[in-house]
């Protein structure tokens, strides 16, 4: 189990995040509702933005900041994940003008549960904590941060580098 913050209050994970250097499996909604899994994503760099809900202003930030940030490089592919249902993900993102990021939900996957990132207790029980995770081309996990603070940003430039 994992601890982060909310608002200054300690707030446990049901886990830990997957570890540097392990491959691990997700099934994940994308937008038309099929899976996304990581056969999808073979042979490209992954950054998985992970947060609880696309609704919160920092969540809203860190889609922002990694759309102008990473989608611009090479060979790699930005995923924001959150329990918010596809449609809600992609609205939030067409109406911003964010079209260089990919969503996906968790809404029908134990995706939060396997990767230790489901909050365990506080007010957002249920949802997910904020972290984020680079997959190298093979899937293998090369970065991962969970955020201590929820309603902080993510370290945006150790995600971007890496990428590298």
């Known amino acids: 189990m994992a601890t982060t913050a909310l608002g200054g209050n300690p707030v446990s994970t049901v886990g830990d995040l997957p570890s540097i250097g392990s491959s691990p499996s997700f099934t994940l ?19 998985l933005n992970i947060f ?17 940030r990473a989608a ?33 939900s968790t809404f029908r996957s134990d995706f939060g549960q396997a990767w230790g990132l489901t909050l365990a207790d506080g007010k957002l029980a249920g949802l997910l904590a904020r972290a984020v995770v680079v997959l190298d081309e093979t899937g293998s996990v090369t970065y991962s941060q969970l955020v201590p603070e929820i309603a902080q940003e993510p370290d945006y430039e150790s995600a971007i580098a890496a990428l590298g």
């Open 72 to 104: 611009a490089l090479d060979n790699t592919v930005v995923i924001n994940v959150s329990a918010d249902l596809p449609f809600a993900q992609g609205r939030f993102c067409a109406a911003e003008g964010i079209a260089d990021v990919s969503n996906a």
């Open 52 to 68: 609880p809900s696309i609704d919160t202003p920092t969540c809203a930030a860190s889609v922002r900041a990694f759309n102008q």
């Open 29 to 47: 909604t994308k937008s038309d509702l099929s899976d996304l899994t990581p056969a999808d994503l073979a042979g490209k760099k992954v950054l």
